[in-house]
C-alpha cells in the first residue's frame, strides 16, 4: 500500500558546540544507548511489530523515535501539552485522522481505522473544519499517556502522514520527517524543500537545534539507526 522507506543512515559524527555537546561515538555513549535501545524494543516489541507492519515503517525508526522522544518512559505532558512514549499532542492526534485522506490519498488501513474508532470514539465525527474540544483534547492526552499501544499507533501513524506529505518530493524523506516530527511540518516544509541531505539540515540554522539534534542523534555515526541494525535488534 505505501513505499516502503529505505534507511540510509550518513557518516555524520558532529557535536553541536555548546556546553551540553554529545559526541555520540563515545562508547560510554553507544553502551547506554545499545543498552536504551534493546530495553525499549524489548518491552514493547509485538506493539512495535503490529504498527510498524500496518503501516510499513521499519521497526529501527519507530524505535529511534521513542528512545529518542521519551527514552521509553509514560511522560507526563511536557510545556507542549506532549505526552506518551511518542510525545505526540492531542491536536497532533486528531490532525493526524482528520487529514489522513486529504494527504495520504487513501483511507486508513481497516485495521487501524477500526483500532482508534474503537479507543476513540469522537474519531468517527471528527470535523476537519472544528477543532477539537478542551475535553477532547483532555482524553486524547490522557490516553497519549497511560496507553501505551495508543501512543505507538498513533506516532506511527504520525509517521506515516508525515511521509507521504512529502513524499513528491523525495522517494525515501525520512530526515524532513524527523524534523517535522519534532518542529512541525507547517513550520518545516518549507525550510526542508527539494532533496536535502541530512548533513546539510544538520547545518541549517533556519531550523531548530532541538529539530537538527535529533538528525545526529538518529541518523548520525553510531546514531540510534545505525545502533538498531549493527546490534540486529530485529533478531530479538
Known sequence: MYSKVVIKYPDINRAYAQSQSVNYSQPNVISANTSLLKSIYSVNKNVINKWGEIFDIDNSIIVSFIVTESGGKDAPPNRYGATGVMQMTAPAVWETLVKWKSFVGSELPSEAKQYFEKVLPESKNFNPNVLPSTSLKSKITNLLQKDRTFSIAIGVANLRWLLEAYSNNLTSPINKVMVSYNAGYYGMRNKVKGSPTT??????????????????????????????????????
Open 199 to 236: 548533513e546539510s539540515m544538520v547545518l541549517n540554522k533556519s531550523i531548530p537545534i532541538e529539530s537538527r539534534s535529533y538528525l545526529l542523534k538518529m541518523l548520525g555515526k553510531n546514531g540510534f539507526v545505525q545502533l538498531y541494525f549493527d546490534n540486529k535488534l530485529n533478531e530479538l
